[in-house]
T-cell receptor
Framework: SQKIEQNSEALNIQEGKTATLTCNYTNYSPAYLQWYRQDPGRGPVFLLLIRENEKEKRKERLKVTFDTTLKQSLFHITASQPADSATYLCALDGSGGSNYKLTFGKGTLLTVNP | GAVVSQHPSWVICKSGTSVKIECRSLDFQATTMFWYRQFPKQSLMLMATSNEGSKATYEQGVEKDKFLINHASLTLSTLTVTSAHPEDSSFYIC???????????FGQGTRLTVV
């Protein structure tokens, strides 16, 4: 069965540095890969989507890469700020190409220290 | 952007009672909605797909008689946890897709505590 791993449960960095989060998957070939932010006690909020034929996507201080050969996505936050502290979730679209029926990783809790 | 609203945000109930959670799409119609459950430090797990005007589709291992889903209108889906037990305590989240948008829109979640 498909499996998603975000191999860092927690990541602590200093303000101003670049945070890099990793998402690996197996037994799957997604058409899309998405990244969400989740704050404590809240639902996920969409950040970025990258398609299988895209290598990189950027949005303000965020950058996502997608390597379908390695079956890996990297999520970068540059010039990190304490307000970026949250759990970041990687999600793959469901089988059959439905990009709304998502399979999530466990998430990485990012803490940006001032 | 699209807004999905869940109610209540949190609920505490006694073991054996039933609890209803509402999920509304506020500015768009949603023929399909999804219900997820999240335990502490775990990923969101899809429980079921709610389909307007027809039966919900449940994921493997989810008891359909325990988690009743009703999608009676294009803007409202409800999840009823029947005969709740402490092990049902969790964070329940709904999402709805919106035409023209590739991402999913999530509600704010409902924290259920069964005592």
């Amino acid at each position: 069965s498909q499996k998603i791993e975000q191999n860092s449960e927690a990541l602590n960095i200093q303000e101003g540095k670049t945070a890099t989060l990793t998402c690996n998957y197996t037994n799957y070939s997604p058409a899309y890969l998405q990244w969400y932010r989740q704050d404590p006690g809240r639902g996920p909020v969409f950040l970025l989507l990258i398609r299988e034929n895209e290598k990189e996507k950027r949005k303000e201080r965020l950058k996502v890469t997608f390597d379908t050969t390695l079956k890996q996505s990297l999520f970068h936050i540059t010039a990190s700020q304490p307000a970026d502290s949250a759990t970041y979730l990687c999600a793959l679209d469901g089988s059959g190409g439905s990009n709304y029926k998502l399979t999530f990783g466990k998430g990485t809790l990012l803490t940006v220290n001032p | 952007g699209a807004v999905v609203s869940q109610h209540p945000s949190w609920v505490i109930c006694k073991s054996g009672t039933s609890v209803k959670i509402e999920c509304r799409s506020l500015d768009f119609q949603a023929t399909t909605m999804f219900w997820y459950r999240q335990f502490p430090k775990q990923s969101l797990m899809l429980m079921a797909t709610s389909n307007e005007g027809s039966k919900a589709t449940y994921e493997q291992g989810v008891e359909k008689d325990k988690f009743l889903i009703n999608h009676a209108s294009l803007t409202l889906s409800t999840l009823t946890v029947t005969s709740a037990h402490p092990e049902d305590s969790s964070f329940y989240i709904c999402s709805a897709p919106r035409g023209g948008f590739t991402e999913a829109f999530f509600g704010q979640g409902t924290r259920l505590t069964v005592v």
